[in-house]
């Protein structure tokens, strides 16, 4: 080597050097990634989650609800439709905000976006060997504009409310008192409250947007269902005097004007798709702002306890 490069190559290396230029390969970097996860999560998540990710971590027993168990793919809080894994974007969120009303606080300022995203990676690993965690895409039906709230969508949205038996599980109140709300048990088996919808402490959040992705994508491992592809109903299709079995006379009076202004069969069927389409999201956003109606004021004291953990969850023997 000539005197020249050798001293071209020093000048080089002391650039790379002092540039912080990565030598590993991807495969090195994807090692690292998850060495830097797995630290992450000893140090904040195994507590509660465990070392095995399967929400059985030293102070869960205590917890109600209980953590989140990584080993089953099965996740609430997602824009991803029903039954499917949460993007990297959904676990951000939740891992940023945390979920009010239960122990899983938000870590935004404490953990950094890096930690964060190596963290996912670690805990995708727990996944069981019969599922796959691929590049899961949200639902493309959630980014449609939010029309103006107005008192006629609200109303509207209240028949939906009683149609699709939300009563049943939330009460005709939306406070979580319905005749199904005792009964009503997660994936493993535990005991589940209903939302009371009229505090906003919405675990999935309150913002329009936020309770239309749970309305159309569902709470996997809950009773709550996805309502995706349900919001185009014709008057015939609805026998009223059986859907109001058990409602309340005003519920009942409230239920018959709805079915009433419901469109009929011949009506819908000689629409185009882009028209059917526009009833369908019309629709979905009036349940949504009918849900958003049933939020009560808080007083000093309900502001006070209601971030409780315990608040949407009861033990086996209560």
Not at 28 to 40: C, D, K
Not at 276 to 281: C, D, T
Request: charged letters at 25%; glycine letters at 8%.
């Amino acid at each position: 080597m000539s005197l020249s490069n050798y001293f071209r190559n020093i000048i080089f290396c002391s650039i790379v050097f002092c540039a912080g230029y990565p030598f590993t390969s991807p495969a090195q970097n994807a090692t690292f990634n998850l060495l830097q996860g797995e630290e992450v999560y000893s140090s904040y998540c195994s507590a509660c989650h465990g070392v095995a990710g399967d929400g059985k971590g030293p102070a869960a027993a205590a917890m109600n609800p209980a953590p989140r168990d990584f080993t089953n793919g099965v996740y609430k809080f997602r824009s991803t439709p029903s039954g499917a894994l949460p993007t990297d974007e959904d676990l951000i969120k939740v891992i940023n905000k945390g979920i009010p009303g239960t122990w899983m606080p938000g870590w935004k300022g404490i953990i950094s976006e890096k930690q964060s995203r190596a963290v996912i990676s670690f805990i995708k690993m727990f996944l069981n060997a019969e599922s796959v965690w691929d590049q899961p895409l949200p639902a493309p039906y959630l980014s449609e504009i939010a029309p103006e709230k107005s008192p006629d969508l609200i109303n509207n949205g209240h028949g939906y409310y009683l149609l699709f038996d939300c009563w049943t599980c939330h009460g005709f109140e939306g406070k979580g008192k319905g005749p199904s709300s005792k009964t009503l048990k997660d994936s493993r088996g535990k005991l589940i409250k209903s939302k009371d919808l009229t505090r906003k402490d919405y675990k999935a959040g309150f913002t329009p947007h936020d309770i239309r992705k749970t309305f159309l994508t569902g709470l996997s491992g809950t009773p709550m269902p996805s309502y995706e592809g349900v919001f185009l109903i014709a008057k015939e299709d609805i026998d009223e005097e059986v859907y109001s079995l058990g409602f309340p006379k005003t519920a009942k009076e409230k239920f018959h004007d709805f079915v009433l202004d419901l469109p009929s069969r011949s009506y819908l069927d000689g629409l185009s798709d882009d028209e059917r389409r526009k009833i369908i999201i019309h629709n979905e956003w009036s349940l949504v702002y009918y849900v958003q109606s049933l939020v009560k004021n808080e007083n000093w004291i309900d502001w006070l306890f209601r971030n409780s953990p315990d608040r949407d969850s009861i033990s086996p023997g209560s």
